[in-house]
């Protein structure tokens, strides 16, 4: 039955992913903590981990069919992500769960009214 969950909370996030180029950071990891009680640190590494095979591929796909994609660009986002994924990933160990927990929220507290409040 939980492997049941799973995959429909992958569902949502991927439906989720596809309409607004989110997902695990501001959708994944809160269901993780707060719905299948993850620490913080178990929740970021799950996410990214869930991320490597998928990574928004057939999404990707219906966008760069569209013409919204441009390749370089993204290329070269994929590489500053993965080496500085290992400088975050090494960096997040060094914070406590609650610290880390709290640094999750402020970052997505800041975004969300920048983007409510910006241009």
């Known amino acids: 039955m939980i492997n049941i969950l799973y995959l429909l909370v992958g569902g949502l996030v991927g439906v989720s992913g596809g309409i607004l180029g989110l997902g695990g950071g501001t959708i994944l990891i809160p269901i ?3 719905a299948f009680n993850m620490s913080q640190h178990q929740a970021q590494g799950t996410s990214l981990a869930a991320m490597i095979p998928p990574i928004g591929l057939l999404a990707a796909i219906k966008y760069y069919q569209a013409g919204h994609v441009n390749i370089k ?14 400088f975050g990933g090494g960096i997040a160990q060094q914070v406590s769960d609650p610290l880390l927990k709290k640094y999750f929220g402020l970052f997505l507290s800041a975004v ?4 409510f409040f910006g241009k």
């Open 73 to 86: 660009i993204a290329a070269l986002i994929a590489v500053g992500f993965f080496i500085g994924g290992y």
């Open 32 to 34: 993780l903590v707060y």
């Open 112 to 115: 969300g009214m920048y983007m």
